[in-house]
């Protein structure tokens, strides 16, 4: 009889298969491709080593209990980084010692010549010091961090920002100029 090596499917073969069978085997398979990848999002989130690796666990296992969510209209590395940034954006709203005031968005439906009026560039984020462009990172929304490093330490395109936020072009810009805008702010506010 000749067995199947499972580490030679594809991601989305791998999540047919173990949702199919429900075989926590296979699921190890998909967690040793993407527990790094995993962690790494959660410790954006954190800056803490011990609760990312508990962020990561917890998205995880809800990922095996929702798995058969995945529907295959997109990549599963895309669908799970939606699922991550999605869960961790969750756990980081309903943590109150990191609650932040939220800012209401009026609309994320603008026309595209809105966009560049006044907007901060790309050299003016590289200009800052790193240091402190991390301690004004900090004092941002999740939701507007999230984009910002997607765009600039994940170089994703607006075209996959926009698959992963499952939202439009226009969207995905405007909240790009407000995340820069905030962190520019943030940054030029402290000492």
Not at 38 to 63: I, R, T
Not at 73 to 99: D, E, P
Request: net charge positive; glycine share 2%.
């Amino acid at each position: 009889m000749k067995t199947i090596d499972a580490t030679k499917f594809t991601d989305e073969e791998l999540v047919r298969k173990i949702v199919e069978k429900n075989d926590t085997h296979l699921f190890a398979i998909l967690y040793d491709r993407y527990a790094g990848v995993v962690y790494n999002k959660c410790f954006g989130f954190s800056k803490n080593k011990e609760e990312a690796q508990d962020l990561a666990h917890d998205v995880f296992v809800q990922l095996f209990i929702k798995l058969r969510m995945f529907k295959g209209r997109s990549k599963f590395s895309t669908w799970l980084y939606s699922f991550t940034y999605n869960f961790c954006v969750n756990y980081v709203q309903r943590n109150s010692a990191k609650k932040k005031e939220k800012v209401t968005v009026v609309t994320d439906v603008i026309k595209d010549e809105d966009i560049d009026d006044n907007e901060i560039d790309d050299s003016t984020l590289f200009e800052l010091k790193s240091d402190k462009l991390a301690k004004a990172l900090s004092k941002i929304d999740p939701e507007d961090k999230m984009i910002l490093l997607m765009k600039y330490q994940d170089d994703m395109s607006i075209k996959e920002i926009k698959e992963v936020l499952d939202i439009g072009d226009s969207a995905v810009k405007m909240r790009l100029k407000r995340a820069k805008d905030k962190v520019v702010t943030a940054y030029n506010k402290l000492i």
